[in-house]
């Protein structure tokens, strides 16, 4: 995706398209797996960790990403798909050697029966296994 592109996708969501939030956004469509704060430290390291903060709760205030429950590890945060429903109700997956985090969005969540009286507001499903890259090693 272009600057252009990214720039109007931006502003298609209210969202004041600056050169970090262009930054960040590129670095997301870009990756195939979900990435934490820290993990954008990396990437942007002459970027304050503050600003990055700031985008992300911005993203994810305007539903561009979502987090990733990565069990007990840092959260992470993935790009919404363009078809977006906002419900996040598909299967996550987290590497257990890498720690890499990734969305599996035509996997959905089988809905589940609760008991009388329990009402779900959401729900995540975490798969933990090996990558294929960490099973290559």
Same mark, same amino acid.
């Given at each position: %995706?272009?600057?252009?592109?990214?720039?109007?996708?931006?502003?298609?969501?209210? $969202?004041? @398209?600056?050169? !970090?939030?262009? %930054?960040?956004?590129?670095?997301?469509?870009?990756?195939?797996?979900?990435?934490? /704060?820290?993990?954008?430290? !990396?990437? +942007?390291?002459?970027?304050?960790?503050?600003? &990055?903060?700031?985008?992300? #709760?911005? +993203? /994810?205030? #305007?539903?561009?990403? *979502?987090?990733?429950?990565?069990?007990?590890?840092?959260?992470? =945060?993935?790009?919404?798909?363009?078809?977006?429903?906002?419900?996040?109700? *598909?299967? *996550?997956?987290?590497?257990?050697?890498?720690?890499?985090? =990734?969305?599996?969005?035509?996997?959905?969540? @089988?809905? &589940?029966?609760? @008991?009388?009286?329990? $009402?779900?507001?959401?729900?995540? =499903?975490?798969?933990?296994?090996?990558? @294929?890259?960490? /099973?290559?090693?």
């Amino acid at each position: %995706m272009g600057k252009q592109e990214l720039t109007s996708f931006l502003e298609d969501h209210n $969202v004041r @398209p600056t050169s !970090v939030r262009l %930054m960040v956004l590129d670095c997301f469509w870009r990756k195939s797996e979900a990435l934490s /704060l820290t993990d954008l430290e !990396v990437i +942007f390291e002459d970027t304050d960790r503050s600003t &990055l903060f700031r985008t992300i #709760k911005l +993203f /994810l205030q #305007k539903d561009l990403i *979502h987090e990733i429950d990565a069990l007990g590890k840092q959260t992470k =945060y993935a790009l919404c798909d363009l078809e977006c429903d906002h419900m996040h109700e *598909h299967i *996550h997956f987290t590497c257990r050697i890498c720690h890499r985090a =990734y969305c599996f969005s035509d996997i959905s969540i @089988p809905k &589940l029966a609760l @008991p009388e009286g329990f $009402v779900a507001d959401h729900q995540e =499903y975490v798969v933990m296994g090996r990558c @294929p890259e960490c /099973l290559e090693k």
